[in-house]
Structures are given as C-alpha cells and as structure tokens.
C-alpha cells in the first residue's frame, strides 16, 4: 500500500483552484492549523490553490494564538467562506484578517448557525436534496431578514430559500458539495485509521470526511502522531482509513489555545471537583447565581459563552456539582465546563458526543433549559448576540445559539442592563454607582439571533436576568418580576431602558443571598418526571 503520510507543502500541493473546502475545528480546539498555514503559504509561493470557498460548522482559529483561517484569509486565495462562527475577541488586539476582508466586501461571507452546517454535510453526504429546517426561522438566518449573509457580496448569491411544505413554512438550504475536508485527529495508523485520544471534542470530522468520501473528493488528516498498521483499538478509531488519503503529521500541535496537552479535558483522567477555581465575587456572579436558581437537581442543561459559563461554578460552590448535567454543543456531556481559553471543552465529562449529532438533541429541544448570553435586546424580546457593527469581531457570530433556542422548552438570557456601568456592592444590596455607557435594551436589535415573536408562537418560556432585575418575555413584551435588592426599579429600570423594560405589579425582590461573599444557600428542587406525550399516527382500520 502507498504511504498515506505526506508532507503539509504535499497536501497543500493537491487542494485544486476553486475547491470547496470543509474544515472541522472549534476556535482553538482541534484546529488543524498546520494545515491551514501551508494552504496559505502555497499561495504566497505560487498563487495558489486560488478562489476556494471554505465551509466551517464552528470557527477555525482564534485571536489568541492559533490563527486558524487567518492563515488562508488572503485576497484571491478565499472567494468564499461559510462559518457557523469566526475567531473574536477583545478590542484591544487587532482584527483578525478574516474580519477585515468581509467588513470590507472582499469575499463573500455567510453566518450559517453550526448545526445546520452539519446537517448540510449529512444531508449532501446521503445526496438528499438539501436541508429543510426551521431553526433559524424569523431570525437573521430567514431570507424575510438577512438570509446568513453578512455583507453585500454574499447577499447578490443566497443560499437559503423560505419554501411551504406540508402545510408548513420551512427554510431550505440547498448542497453546497466539499471537494476537500481538513480535519484533526490524535494519533493516525500507516492506513490512515484515526483516533482522538487527546482531543477535547471529536467535532463533525466523521461526518465531514464521509461528505467528501461519497462526492470523490480529497480527505486529509493533521494528527500529532502515527503508528503501526494494526495497533489502533477498533472501538478507539472515531474515522476510519478508507475515509482518509493524506495524513499530516504536526507533533506540536496543541489540545486548544494555550493548552499544550491536559489530560483532564480528553477524558483521561478525572479532577479532583476541589482542584476547580469558584467564580470570583462581582457583578457576573451575581447574574449567575440568580441564573442559577432556575435549575433543578436532575436536569439536563445547555451552556453558552460568557456570564452564563459562570452557573457550573455556582452549583460547585453550592456542593452540588453534579445535581445538572451539562451538554455543550462541542460534545461535552457531564462533567465541569471548562471557561476562558478552553471553553467548549469539560472536564470529568461523562461522554464525549460528536457535535452533528449532539446538534440533533438540540435542535429537537430534548433538553430541559439553556443558558445564553445576550448584547442587545429589543421590544419584542429578540435578542442579538451575533453581530456588533462598531466592533464586529467582538461577537463570533451565531455558532449554535439559533440551533439552540429554536425549541428549547425554557432558555435564560443572562447579562449586564447596560454596557459599562458601574456598581456599589454589598452584602445586602446592588446599588448604580454610574449608568452604562449605552443602553442593551432598546427600540430594536442590530440582528435577529433570536426571534421573540416566533418563542411566543412556539409557547417558550424566555427569561432574561440581569443584574438589576429579572425580566419575563409576556405578550404585551418585556415586564420586570424580580428586582435585586438596593436596585431603584424606576429609575434603574424603566428609566435606564427608556420606558422598554415595564415592571410587573406584583414584582418581588431578589433575595440578599444573592449578594453574600459566601455561598447562597442554593437547593436545588427535583425535576420534575417526564410526562411521556403520544406523537403516532391514527391507528390503521382494516377495511371493511
């Protein structure tokens, strides 16, 4: 058998001038940056592979040190790019290059929420005619609003269209076949079977290669390491050798960013829960602990980026670590969600699902709440958390925020009133020290993640906690029912948020609890048992 093992100048030399190219990565988890960086290199040398177009269900790369699709962000090089989300971060660093190009029109640029990405590969794979969801209905995903694209170029070239079918609205996505995927492994044998022992995520590599597989196309693998034909466990191998055809070998390719290698996160070993830091005291606490209390021993929880990867360390805090279980949308199930650098990762995991099907049970809504970040909210409770003109690379876009809200049973939003306000604490009361300097409540948001009008149609239960007061989703709009202690709910709320923010009539002060330095107090009631609801057919009559 011919060696599957080349070069990254090798790869990169068989990646074809107008390629489509699908590259399974989570920011700096599995990122096969490698990789990435010969593509980019070639085509400084040669001026090519010229006018790909790349597909990516999570972002590739970050702005903290594995520059992802950085590398291949190059004008003639890229034509087209398609992310379920992009690398982001602070505004003191510069803007990553990807972010230059399509802020400047200069490639045609699609937010596409990350478990329709996958889908997209399934169904392409299975040469379905496209796929037909609702997720993502009356948001900025609908062709009624932006229809995914971010910028003038992609919106001339839609890729979604809204169609009726049995008696229902739908959004359909038709295929875009991948010539090539990219995808990131551990450890690969002489026949190019692939493991993922020190992975923190498996992602959709699986699904990604069989896409290309069935469609003749090229699948290469970036893996830390090879060994003997043969000495792989059959049960470790997560994609199999006649799926690949290069393997890349990268020694020092890291676990995620800043992270050469952590056992803990690949599930190899188990952490003391005293070795987890708690969250430290402040006005994100605050949030979280009233996040918190929407919990229930038992529950299975989904977990989004910022204020609300705080929750997991409230429950520790409290001695109930493992009341919930956490499942994030790289594939963690269990354990303690990890924050910072290696968000998107757990560890004491109890299982470790691949993101395409991890998507599935979101998108379905078989979990019990989820907890969500927010940057703007409007008066009918939309909410945006995927684009931010001033500063567009603040946000990373939608990832899989619009997969999972569209049937959530109960979601909680969890921020700050206003952007940069200021606070006096103490034990017993949250006191405005100086307004914000600009309003997260107001007349209507910049994009549509989130649509209020359909979570009411689908009777969703939509809270957003705050650190001021807790606000309910009503028909009649935004009302206020709790309000934290020391908080003047005329001025603080309703004057603060020009009248948007109503207070309920019967609205109730947080308890001080909320506030202490030491822990709450929390105790968590048990959920509730399943009511088993019958969704067959009428039953068949025999003729008579």
């Known amino acids: 058998m011919v060696s599957k093992i080349v070069s990254p100048e090798a790869a990169a030399a068989r990646i074809p001038d107008g390629a489509v190219v699908t590259v399974s990565s989570s920011s700096g988890l599995g990122c096969p940056d490698r990789m990435l960086a010969a593509i980019g290199a070639r085509f400084e040398a040669e001026g090519h592979p010229r006018n790909l177009t790349t597909l990516h269900p999570i972002a590739a790369g970050d702005m903290y040190g594995i520059k992802g699709v950085d590398h291949i962000a190059k004008d003639g090089l890229l034509s087209t790019i398609i992310g379920g989300s992009y690398p982001s971060g602070p505004s003191s660093l ?56 971010m910028n003038a170029s992609a919106a001339a070239r839609p890729i979604v269209n809204r169609v009726e079918f049995g008696g229902e609205t739908w959004l359909h996505f038709p295929n875009i076949i991948p ?51 043969g000495s792989l466990r059959p049960h470790d191998v997560r994609v199999p050798g006649h799926l690949v055809d290069l393997v890349v070998i990268d020694p020092d390719q890291r676990q995620t960013t800043e992270t050469v290698y952590d ?102 809504g078989g979990f019990d709440v989820t907890f969500l970040s927010f940057l703007e909210i409007d008066l009918e409770g939309n909410v945006n958390v995927s684009k931010l003109g001033k500063k567009p690379y603040l946000t990373a876009g939608c990832g899989g925020f619009v997969d999972i809200t569209a049937r959530a049973r109960k979601i909680v939003f969890a921020g700050q009133f206003e952007a940069g306000a200021q606070f006096d604490l103490t034990d017993g ?45 009503t028909d009649g709009g935004l009302v206020a029912t709790e309000v934290m202690p020391g908080i003047d709910p005329q001025r603080d709320i309703v004057d ?17 609890s909320l506030l202490a330095h030491g822990p709450m107090g929390l105790k968590l009631a048990p959920k509730a048992e399943p009511v088993p609801h019958s969704h067959g057919l009428a039953p068949v009559r025999a003729a008579s």
Not at 443 to 454: L, Y
Not at 497 to 506: P, T
């Open 263 to 364: 056992p803990a996160i690949s599930g190899e070993i188990m952490r003391p829960w005293s070795s987890f830091n708690l969250a430290e005291h402040g006005v994100e606490k605050i949030v979280a602990r009233r996040a918190a209390m929407e919990l229930r021993d038992g529950m299975a929880a989904n977990l989004g980026f910022g204020i609300c990867s705080m929750v997991p360390r409230i429950l520790l805090e409290e001695g109930q670590a493992q009341a919930v279980t956490w499942a994030i949308e790289q594939g963690a199930v269990g354990g303690m969600p990890l924050m910072g650098f290696a968000f998107g990762c757990a560890s004491n995991a109890d299982a470790f699902m691949p993101s395409p099907q991890q998507f599935t049970y979101f998108q379905g």
């Open 496 to 512: 603060a948020s020009l009248g948007r923010v109503r207070l309920a009539a019967d609205m109730k002060t947080l308890p001080a």
């Open 179 to 229: 010539d090539v995927a990219i995808l990131r492994a551990t450890t690969a044998d002489e026949h190019g079977n692939l493991t993922y022992e020190h992975e923190g995520a498996y992602l959709g590599g699986l699904e990604q290669a069989i896409c290309v597989r069935n469609h003749g196309g090229l699948v290469i693998a970036q893996v830390k390491r090879v060994t003997a034909a």
């Open 429 to 473: 009361a949250i006191r405005v020290a100086k307004p914000g300097k600009f309003p997260k409540m107001v007349e209507k948001v910049e994009h549509v993640t989130f649509s209020g009008r359909r979570a009411r149609e689908l009777g969703q239960e939509v809270l957003y906690v705050t650190e001021r007061c807790v606000i309910r989703l």
């Open 94 to 149: 510069p803007m990553p290059e990807i972010w230059r190009m399509l802020t400047e029109d200069r490639v045609a640029a699609y937010n596409v929420p990350s478990g329709i990405l996958f889908d997209m590969h399934t169904d392409a794979a299975a040469r379905r005619p496209g796929v037909l969801t609702q997720v993502g209905l009356d948001t900025f995903v609908d062709p009624i609003r932006e229809g995914c694209a």
